[in-house]
């Protein structure tokens, strides 16, 4: 009976800590129109071939520009889309234009800083 008596507060625990590690968090997705700050100081000179920069991390925002290979890129930070790929925000240096581009659309796979949203 004292095992019993002794699992019940480890087994409730249990029960309440399964839900809460199960549960998926929510998607930092930037909305169409989302700008962020330059918070990735790393060196410029990224580049993509021919990728949609767009006004969110989306496939549904609109189209700002497109990075090619010749241009470099600017990154500022990184967020998760809705889509579970993760995007940039970039600076197109040789056109002015910013938007989101999905990392694995970019050269060396993105910016390593998270925007925080």
Do not use: E
Not at 13 to 41: I, M, Q, R
Request: net charge neutral; with cysteine.
């Amino acid at each position: 009976m004292k095992r019993i008596a002794a699992l019940v507060p480890v087994l409730t625990a249990v029960a309440v800590a399964v839900p809460l590690s199960l549960a998926t968090p929510a998607a930092a997705h930037a909305s169409c129109g989302t700008t962020v700050s330059d918070k990735d100081s790393s060196s410029w000179g990224k580049t993509a071939n021919g990728a949609n920069q767009r006004s969110g991390s989306s496939t549904s925002c609109a189209v700002k520009g497109i990075a090619y290979s010749t241009q470099t890129l600017d990154y500022h930070c990184y967020t998760l889309g809705n889509d579970g790929y993760t995007w940039t925000f970039v600076r197109n240096d040789s056109t002015g234009v910013t938007g989101w581009i999905r990392d694995d659309l970019l050269s060396d796979g993105g910016s390593f800083v998270s925007c925080g949203i």
